[in-house]
């Protein structure tokens, strides 16, 4: 157990739609990060978060966007949600943002239909 | 661009049998390199960090090490249970995202 809790585990839902992705870090943890992986693409990082401020950007479209609460969880906000968008989410935190060994929690499968 | 290439692809070995695993990766200036480890459904599992060139790191069958190109993941006599994608992450100096590669899928046979 990496310490690391997402919820959902699965969600189903439409083209057009919008989620919400929750990640609770580790106790202590206060990096969060974002990955989005597909089979084709493996794990593309999306977005971090040093406790409460953005660190760093990657691959993130305008249609997806993230915070962190000052209990130091995160949202990850899916919109206008398309095909290509079905994936596995993953969060990960870290007690730094530097040279910090990532813990993941095990993913939020999302499927859009 | 920074970029991570790991090479084989998929990996099938008899238990026992002695394999490495690359990572190649080309930075600006490399600040860390990661591996993990991925069971399905589950999230990558870290294993080490190395940071310079000729820097070795340690866990039961498994070995990483680095040069300034490429780090390999040595395993040593492996069981059925290492079976899993090992996935290779680099951190680059003046940039805190990390880049992964798209992992070696490791098979081994009792």
């Known amino acids: 157990d990496s310490g690391v809790t997402q919820t959902p585990k699965h969600l189903i839902t439409a083209t057009g739609q919008r989620v919400t992705l929750r990640c609770s870090p580790r106790s202590g943890d206060l990096s969060v990060y974002w990955y989005q992986q597909s089979l084709d693409q493996g794990l593309q990082f999306l977005i971090q978060?040093?406790?409460?401020?953005?660190?760093a950007k990657g691959n993130i479209l305008e249609r997806f966007s993230a915070q962190q609460f000052p209990d130091l969880h995160s949202e990850l906000n899916l919109s206008s949600l398309e095909l290509g968008d079905s994936a596995l989410y993953f969060c990960?935190?870290?007690?730094?943002?530097?040279?910090?060994?990532?813990?993941f929690g095990d993913g939020t499968r999302l499927s859009i239909l | 661009e920074d970029q991570v290439t790991q090479s084989p692809e998929a990996l099938r070995l008899q238990e026992g049998e002695s394999s490495s695993l690359n990572c190649s990766y080309t930075v600006s200036g490399l600040r860390g390199l990661f591996w993990y480890r991925q069971d399905p459904g589950k999230g990558p599992e870290f294993l080490f960090t190395l940071y310079s060139a000729g820097e070795e790191k340690e866990k039961e069958r498994l070995k990483a090490t680095l040069t300034k190109k490429e780090s390999f993941l040595h395993i040593t006599a492996p069981k059925p249970e290492d079976s899993a994608t090992y996935l290779c992450a680099v951190q680059a100096y003046g940039d805190d995202k990390i880049i992964f590669g798209k992992g070696t899928r490791l098979h081994i046979l009792p």
């Open positions: 978060y040093y406790n409460g401020e953005e660190r």
């Open positions: 990960a935190s870290s007690v730094g943002y530097r040279d910090q060994p990532q813990h």
